[in-house]
Structures are given as structure tokens and as C-alpha cells.
């Protein structure tokens, strides 16, 4: 069983920083891909910034030179920096973790944690 941990939303003013983070638990498997998605209001998901298993970082365009997507593969967490953050930041943020078990047969199944609301004030 996979559990996905999120923390580090809130509240904060245009320009401000916020972390967040997000663990995945469990046993038996290894982690692929990592990443982060965020669904403002009234809109659809969308990508905001994925990391691969080896580190190498994508962005959504809207995002570039603001926000960092690092991960901990000892600790299967995936962090999102943001910084100099802008009222249209606002939104839901979640996670999504592709988790690969092995066995007779191999599975690859992604993995969403619970969203975290991030607000960003004017």
C-alpha cells in the first residue's frame, strides 16, 4: 500500500515563498517520476513541474526562474520551491508519484496525494 503525504500549503502575499512537500510511504516498490500539479478554481489540472528519477526538472512556462522541484529518493519526497509568488499562483497543488513494483509481473501506476491549497493574496 502507497500513501502520498502532503504539507506546506497556506496563505501568503504576492512575492512571498512557500514549500511544499510531499512523501510517499509504504513498502515494496521504487519510485520513477515525481512531480507537482495544480487546479485553480474553476479550471483543470494542470502541470506545474515533474522530476525524474535521475533529477533531471521540467517546468510549465508560467512557472520558469520561480519555482524549484527537488527531490529526496532516501526519503521518497518530492519538494516544490516557490518563490515570488503571484495572485494567478493560487490553486490546489498536488502531487503525483509514479511508483514501480516488481515481481512476476512489473506495475507502474501513478500516485495521487491529497492536494494542498495554496493562496496567494494581492
Keep these: 500500500q502507497v500513501q502520498l503525504v502532503e504539507s506546506g500549503g497556506g496563505l501568503v502575499q504576492a512575492g512571498g515563498s512557500l514549500r511544499l512537500s510531499c512523501a510517499a510511504s509504504g513498502s515494496g516498490f521504487s519510485i520513477g517520476s515525481m512531480g507537482w500539479y495544480r487546479q485553480p478554481p474553476g479550471t483543470q489540472r494542470e502541470l506545474v513541474a515533474t522530476i525524474t528519477s535521475g533529477g533531471g526538472p521540467?517546468?510549465?512556462d508560467s512557472v520558469k526562474g520561480r519555482?524549484?522541484?527537488s527531490r529526496d529518493n532516501a526519503k521518497n519526497t518530492v519538494y516544490l520551491q516557490m518563490n515570488s509568488l503571484k495572485p494567478a499562483d493560487t490553486a490546489?497543488?498536488?502531487c503525483k508519484v509514479q511508483v514501480i513494483k516488481s515481481g512476476a509481473i512489473w506495475t507502474v501506476n501513478d500516485y495521487w496525494?491529497?492536494?494542498t491549497?495554496?493562496?496567494v493574496s494581492a
Excluded: D, E, L, S
Aim: proline share 0%; charged share 5%; aromatic share 26%.
Design 58 to 60: 521540467r517546468y510549465a
Design 67 to 69: 519555482f524549484t522541484v
Design 92 to 94: 490546489v497543488y498536488y
Design 113 to 115: 496525494g491529497q492536494g
Design 117 to 119: 491549497q495554496v493562496t
